[in-house]
């Protein structure tokens, strides 16, 4: 009872227990075994969840992020034996194709453990061999003279990460909500520069449909050499500048907290400081590429007399098929890491922010290395890969970056808009 004013006190409830700033190892184990999405990311602000000491430590982690697609590793050597004992052409591409999308998440894996900490020098290792798939399968088709697979393929995964996994994304982040929220800041530039580097690979094209009825064929195909080297110089270029922007110039553009508030990215992306062994690491890489490389071999040199015997084309093969080999396990786990359960501050950066940048790094990965790669590599070894793409694979390309770009820009989605992507083609 109070004396002065005659009134019952409130009875005095020991309140929560002040957060410490060190959390127990147990807590913060299980915080970043629920967000295991950063473990695939590139960006500047992205620390590699998976540091181990060995292949039985590390295991979990991988079968915790890929873990339907770990299971396919069987398929390696049964595709491999499928090829060297001549079995039907059908059956050896299905079984090689299968083996290749289980050793792309494998080879993501280690590639991720090799590059991290190195500065900007693990943008561009992540940038080449974290699509390392994509990479050997578009240099073993350039080799045998199909260069309609290597530029479909990379057209193929820009349409897959533009429409269907963001699409998904917005789908699972948004489902049983007015709408979700992620950060236009973050989202701008990438977009920004996603859009010119599309409309700089187009113009090759464009000037060859121009140029059709006035330039010769040799002439037109001289040019287009010409034109496609000088534009892959270019991207080259801008290349170094789209790595020194996030690693050195800009970081806080990718690592600040944006509030008072810590982001939800840099608080999960401080696990213990353990490093992984390189050699384990290295060893694992070099044997999933060397075996990689095989499959892809029988992929490629099947390829023609299995389009033939399933009735498919040429121009489904490369935009559908052969980036599906190597971007389906990680698409998956983007997609389903993109929800974000419960409420964080308003400038805080939530699991579609990294689910956006993610994406758009990996659509900048194939158009920004990749394919100038690709180009500088056949004029290297004489081989005319050129930037010209088939009418129909343009008009494609330029409507999902289109879509992408102007979606992204408004800071928030609903599952509608991931229905509309996923339907757009």
Same mark, same amino acid.
């Given at each position: 009872?109070?004396? !002065?004013?005659?009134?019952?006190?409130?009875?005095?409830?020991?309140?929560?227990?002040?957060?410490?700033?060190?959390?127990? /190892?147990?807590?913060?184990?299980?915080?970043?075994?629920?967000?295991?999405?950063?473990? #695939?990311?590139?960006?500047?602000?992205? %620390?590699?969840? +998976?540091?181990?000491?060995?292949?039985?430590?590390?295991?979990?982690?991988?079968?915790?992020?890929?873990?339907?697609?770990?299971?396919?590793? !069987?398929?390696?050597?049964?595709?491999?034996?499928?090829?060297?004992?001549?079995?039907?052409?059908?059956?050896?591409?299905?079984?090689?194709?299968?083996?290749?999308?289980?050793?792309?998440?494998?080879? @993501?894996? @280690?590639?991720?453990?090799?590059?991290?900490?190195?500065?900007?020098?693990?943008?561009?290792?992540? *940038?080449?061999?974290?699509?390392? #798939?994509?990479?050997?399968?578009?240099?073993?088709?350039?080799?045998?003279? /199909?260069?309609?697979?290597?530029?479909? @393929?990379?057209?193929?995964? @820009?349409?897959?990460?533009?429409?269907?996994?963001?699409?998904? %994304?917005?789908?699972?982040?948004?489902?049983?909500?007015?709408?979700?929220?992620?950060?236009? +800041?973050?989202?701008? *530039?990438?977009?920004?520069?996603?859009? =010119?580097?599309?409309?700089?690979?187009?113009?090759?094209?464009?000037?060859?449909?121009?140029?059709?009825? %006035? !330039?010769?064929?040799?002439?037109?195909?001289?040019?287009?050499?010409?034109?496609?080297?000088?534009?892959?110089?270019?991207?080259?270029?801008?290349?170094?500048?789209?790595? *020194?922007?996030?690693?050195?110039?800009?970081?806080?553009?990718?690592?600040?907290?944006?509030?008072?508030?810590?982001?939800?990215?840099?608080?999960?992306?401080?696990?213990?400081? =353990? $490093?992984?062994?390189?050699?384990?690491? *290295?060893?694992?890489?070099?044997?999933?590429?060397?075996?990689?490389?095989?499959? +892809?071999?029988?992929?490629?040199?099947?390829?023609?007399?299995?389009?033939?015997?399933?009735?498919?084309?040429? %121009?489904?093969?490369?935009?559908?098929?052969?980036?599906?080999?190597?971007?389906?396990?990680?698409?998956?786990?983007? #997609?389903?890491?993109?929800?974000?359960?419960?409420?964080?501050?308003?400038? $805080?950066?939530?699991?579609?922010?990294?689910?956006?940048?993610?994406?758009?790094?990996?659509?900048?990965?194939?158009?920004?290395?990749?394919?100038?790669?690709?180009?500088?590599?056949?004029?290297?070894?004489?081989?005319?890969?050129?930037?010209?793409?088939?009418?129909?694979?343009?008009?494609?390309?330029?409507?999902?970056?289109?879509?992408?770009?102007?979606?992204?820009?408004?800071?928030?989605?609903?599952?509608?808009?991931?229905?509309?992507?996923?339907?757009?083609?």
């Amino acid at each position: 009872m109070d004396p !002065v004013n005659g009134v019952e006190a409130p009875i005095s409830r020991p309140g929560p227990r002040p957060s410490s700033h060190l959390e127990p /190892q147990g807590g913060l184990l299980r915080r970043i075994n629920s967000l295991p999405l950063a473990s #695939i990311s590139r960006t500047a602000s992205a %620390s590699l969840f +998976t540091r181990t000491e060995t292949w039985g430590d590390a295991g979990p982690s991988l079968n915790h992020s890929y873990g339907p697609a770990k299971g396919l590793l !069987v398929f390696v050597p049964i595709g491999i034996a499928a090829g060297v004992c001549g079995l039907p052409d059908v059956a050896t591409l299905i079984l090689n194709f299968l083996a290749l999308a289980s050793l792309a998440p494998f080879i @993501t894996f @280690t590639v991720l453990g090799l590059s991290n900490g190195v500065g900007v020098s693990s943008g561009l290792l992540r *940038a080449i061999f974290g699509n390392a #798939i994509e990479l050997i399968i578009s240099i073993t088709a350039m080799c045998y003279g /199909q260069f309609q697979l290597p530029q479909g @393929t990379m057209i193929g995964s @820009t349409i897959l990460y533009s429409l269907f996994v963001l699409g998904g %994304s917005f789908l699972c982040a948004s489902y049983g909500k007015d709408h979700q929220m992620f950060s236009k +800041t973050r989202t701008g *530039a990438m977009s920004a520069l996603v859009m =010119v580097v599309s409309i700089c690979l187009t113009i090759p094209t464009i000037m060859s449909i121009s140029n059709k009825e %006035s !330039v010769p064929q040799e002439g037109r195909q001289r040019n287009m050499l010409i034109l496609s080297h000088g534009t892959s110089v270019v991207l080259f270029f801008l290349s170094i500048s789209y790595l *020194a922007f996030p690693f050195q110039t800009h970081h806080e553009l990718f690592n600040s907290d944006h509030g008072p508030t810590r982001s939800l990215t840099v608080l999960l992306m401080q696990p213990e400081h =353990v $490093t992984t062994s390189p050699l384990i690491l *290295a060893s694992g890489f070099l044997g999933a590429m060397v075996c990689a490389g095989i499959c +892809t071999n029988y992929v490629i040199r099947n390829i023609d007399l299995t389009v033939k015997m399933l009735h498919l084309t040429k %121009s489904f093969t490369g935009l559908v098929l052969l980036p599906l080999a190597g971007n389906l396990a990680k698409s998956f786990n983007i #997609i389903r890491n993109a929800r974000q359960e419960g409420n964080i501050a308003p400038k $805080t950066a939530n699991k579609l922010d990294c689910v956006i940048r993610l994406i758009m790094t990996n659509i900048l990965d194939t158009l920004l290395f990749i394919m100038p790669l690709l180009v500088l590599l056949g004029w290297a070894i004489d081989k005319p890969m050129t930037m010209q793409f088939g009418l129909f694979e343009t008009v494609v390309f330029l409507q999902s970056i289109v879509i992408m770009t102007y979606l992204v820009q408004h800071g928030k989605t609903t599952y509608f808009e991931g229905f509309m992507l996923i339907g757009t083609p």
